[in-house]
């Protein structure tokens, strides 16, 4: 059965350094996602992104994130400038064509720990 | 905005116990409602879901009813088992917000012992 997967699974890493998180989405899927949770906390929709741009993205998602899809396969997610406060897990998730009402596909996660 | 609230967890039952988990929602159209499940180690899976009120949805011995009435789609198991131990997720997707992202609660732990 088709999955997305996502690496790392687990990241450490220092305040102020750069994290690229990566998705492998289903592979004929349109819609490709980034949530986070929050140790405790929701999960919060951080960006959609579709036909190679941002289609939708949070209050979250500020300049300190970007998404790239580099190769037709991979879905990145790059913080600039790690804080604190982004320490959480991170899902990565993929969709059908337009019109489809909800169903996404979920990745296991990264997990990030800012130190 | 769109949101979505749940009981707080974690729930622990006995195996063969009747499950209840509420969810309520604020949205500003007419959502779809979902509830997605995640189990120890893995990503988030979808369990069911409903588009319309007074669907029902259902899937391995789960329910949910949208109940446009009272804002509500709450998750029900007549008899649950130890595999059930997991972490659900209540959902929805308001198409009037332009796109298709889920709002989520924060999440219920369900523990089911022996």
């Known amino acids: 059965e088709p999955e997305v997967t996502q690496t790392p699974s687990h990241q450490v890493t220092q305040m102020g350094q750069e994290v690229i998180l990566r998705c492998v989405p289903i592979?004929?899927?349109?819609?490709f996602y980034w949530y986070r949770q929050i140790l405790g906390q929701k999960v919060e929709f951080l960006v959609s992104?579709?036909?190679?741009?941002?289609?939708?993205k949070s209050e979250i998602f500020d300049d300190q994130f970007s998404v790239e899809r580099p190769d037709g396969s991979n879905f990145t997610l790059k913080i600039r400038s790690t804080k604190l406060e982004d320490s959480a897990m991170y899902f990565c998730?993929?969709?059908?064509?337009?019109?489809?009402?909800?169903?996404?596909?979920f990745g296991e996660g990264s997990r990030l720990t800012v130190l | 905005g769109d949101s979505v609230t749940q009981m707080e967890g974690p729930v622990t039952l006995s195996e063969e116990a009747f499950l209840t988990i509420n969810c309520t929602y604020t949205?500003?159209?007419?959502?779809?409602l979902f509830w997605y499940v995640q189990y120890p180690g893995e990503g988030l899976q979808l369990l069911l879901k409903?588009?319309?009120?007074?669907d029902k949805g259902s899937n391995k011995g789960f329910e949910a009813t949208y109940r446009k009435e009272t804002t509500s789609f709450h998750l029900e198991k007549g008899s649950v088992q130890v595999s059930d131990s997991a972490v659900y997720f209540c959902?929805?997707?308001?198409?009037?917000?332009?796109?298709?992202?889920?709002?989520f609660g924060t999440g219920t732990q369900l523990k089911v012992e022996l």
């Open positions: 959902a929805l997707s308001d198409p009037t917000g332009g796109g298709n992202k889920l709002t």
């Open positions: 992104f579709y036909n190679n741009e941002i289609s939708e």
């Open positions: 409903a588009t319309k009120a007074d």
């Open positions: 998730a993929s969709s059908g064509g337009a019109g489809w009402i909800g169903e996404l596909f």
């Open positions: 592979s004929n899927h349109l819609y």
């Open positions: 949205a500003t159209g007419y959502p779809s």
